[in-house]
C-alpha cells in the first residue's frame, strides 16, 4: 500500500501562494496517475488536477485553470501543487491521491489518500 502526505498549507491572503507538496512512500505507483483533490466545509471533496506518470498528461478544473500547476517528481516520488493568486473560494483541505487503474477525475477511482493540508485564503 502507497502512504501518502501532504505540505505547505497554510494562512495566506487573496492574491497571494501557495506550494503544496504530496510525498509517497511505501509500494509506489509510478505508472499511475496523480491528482489533487479539494474540500471545503460543508461542500463535496472537488477534483483540482490531476497528471500522468510520465506528465506529459495534465488536467485542470475549470476553476484552477491558469492559477495552479500541477507536477510530478517519479525519481523522488513526489508531486507538487503550485497555487498563485489565490482567492477565498480557494479555502480548503486539499488531498493528494494515487493508485488509479484509469485516466480519471474522480475521487472515488483514487485508491490512495493522504490526510489533507489546510489552506485558508483570506480576504
Known amino acids: 500500500q502507497v502512504q501518502l502526505v501532504e505540505s505547505g498549507g497554510g494562512l495566506v491572503q487573496a492574491g497571494a501562494s501557495l506550494r503544496l507538496s504530496c510525498a509517497a512512500s511505501?509500494?509506489?505507483?509510478?505508472?499511475?496517475?496523480m491528482a489533487w483533490f479539494r474540500q471545503a466545509p460543508g461542500k463535496e471533496r472537488e477534483f483540482v488536477a490531476v497528471i500522468s506518470w510520465g506528465g506529459a498528461r495534465i488536467t485542470y478544473a475549470d476553476s484552477v485553470k491558469g492559477r495552479f500547476t500541477i507536477s510530478r517528481d517519479n525519481a523522488k516520488n513526489t508531486m507538487s501543487l503550485q497555487m498563485n493568486s489565490l482567492k477565498p473560494e480557494d479555502t480548503a483541505v486539499y488531498y493528494c491521491?494515487?493508485?488509479?487503474?484509469?485516466?480519471?477525475?474522480?475521487?472515488?477511482?483514487?485508491?490512495?489518500w493522504g490526510q489533507g493540508t489546510q489552506v485558508t485564503v483570506s480576504s
Open positions: 511505501g509500494r509506489t505507483f509510478r505508472q499511475s496517475p
Open positions: 491521491a494515487a493508485d488509479v487503474s484509469t485516466w480519471s477525475t474522480l475521487a472515488a477511482d483514487f485508491r490512495s
